[in-house]
């Protein structure tokens, strides 16, 4: 699928791009465990932290480096997880970096409160000014898809 632009403004400077979709898909390059201290507060499951690497390819070209913790049982499938990536590469064309953070809560069976959202002011480069939400898909054959609807200015 193609990125499709509504509306565009032209300044002498630099162009609006409004109500944008860049879609990709990404492998998991590197997921490095890291310890966590024992908890005082002990729930019904443990939480784990993680540093993870992407490589993403499509209109989301480029890469990043991902801050990953979760509460997770890994025999039922079930549990939630919040993650603060660090992108560099291109969105549509455009080059820089910027910042996201997305989570989600899984059953086993189906993923629920699914949240993507970049954050403000994050952007260089060219992405300077991104800003919107987004989210990610896992198909069954195990190919991770990502997208954003953003407004770069």
Known sequence: MEALEIPTEMSAERT???D???IGTFDVAEFTAVPVPSPEVKTGLPVGFATMRKKFTGEIDGRSETLFTAAFDPTTGTGT???M???EGSV???AGTFNFVHSAT???QDRQAEFLTIVPTSGTGGLTGIRGTGGLTVDEDGTHSIW???DLS
């Open 16 to 18: 609006t791009v409004r």
């Open 92 to 94: 549509a064309g455009h």
């Open 81 to 83: 997880y919040v993650a």
């Open 106 to 108: 899984t059953t086993g």
């Open 20 to 22: 944008m979709r860049a």
């Open 85 to 87: 990536e660090s992108f």
């Open 148 to 150: 954003f609807d953003y």
